[in-house]
């Protein structure tokens, strides 16, 4: 079992609708990271996390330190808005290098 | 100006030939990664450098040598390419040290296919 998981693995959704994609992780972490990755390949950090909850635009991403769990939401989705979003921590052990999860790939129609 | 550049985007190849994808990062960061993304899109650690110093070292096969001549630099050389090293490389900076919990700055991705 991977380190860090994510739900939904697809998700497809209509312009408008509100977006969760959800993050679970299962070791101590220094930080949690949201990245997009873009149809064409490119990855953009969105936030880094390590408690309570940002908020940038429409984006929004939580996480509970005490659960191991974040969520990015998105409201007001819109097309443009498809792409792959990856949750990633930093682990308090060892090197604290960036363990990913696998990924959700959200596609939202017109 | 783009912040993290490799070269180059695509790289196709045979089996058992040596190649490097070059990484540049003009942010003034003390520290570089290489990530490796496979054909399920999962994307892994393989290297990182602060200030031109191995800090962490993935359980990477020795075929692959990372060299960091500059902060600004990070290089990756591939020796004896094999067909599971088709991926797409990413090239990654940040502001400080690798454990530190500063943002990462991603570069465009090299897609390596070796046939």
């Known amino acids: 079992k991977n380190e860090v998981e994510q739900s939904p693995q697809n998700l497809t959704a209509q312009e408008g609708e509100f977006i969760t994609i959800n993050c679970s992780y299962s070791v101590g972490i220094s930080a949690l990271h949201w990245l997009q990755q873009h149809p064409g390949g490119g990855i953009v950090s969105l936030f880094m996390?390590?408690?309570g909850k940002k908020k940038h635009g429409r984006l929004i991403a939580t996480i509970n330190i005490q659960e191991k769990h974040s969520s990015l939401h998105i409201t007001a989705s819109h097309p443009r808005d498809s792409a792959v979003y990856i949750c990633?921590?930093?682990?308090?052990?060892?090197?604290?290098?960036?363990?990913f999860g696998q990924g959700t790939r959200l596609t939202i129609n017109p | 100006d783009t912040a993290v550049s490799q070269t180059p985007k695509y790289l196709v190849t045979q089996m058992g030939n040596d190649k490097s994808i070059k990484c540049e990062q003009n942010l003034g960061h003390d520290t570089m990664y290489w990530y490796k993304q496979d054909s399920k899109k999962f994307l892994k650690i393989m290297f990182s450098y602060n200030n031109k110093e191995l800090i962490i070292n993935e359980t990477v096969p020795n075929r692959f040598s990372p060299k960091s001549p500059d902060k600004a630099h990070l290089n990756l050389h591939i020796n004896s390419l094999e067909l599971g090293d088709s991926a797409v490389y990413f090239c990654?900076?940040?502001?400080?040290?690798?454990?530190?919990?500063?943002?990462?700055?991603f570069g465009p991705g090299t897609r390596l296919t070796v046939l």
């Open positions: 996390l390590s408690s």
């Open positions: 990654a900076s940040s502001p400080g040290l690798a454990g530190g919990t500063d943002t990462q700055y």
């Open positions: 990633a921590v930093r682990s308090i052990i060892g090197a604290q290098k960036l363990v």
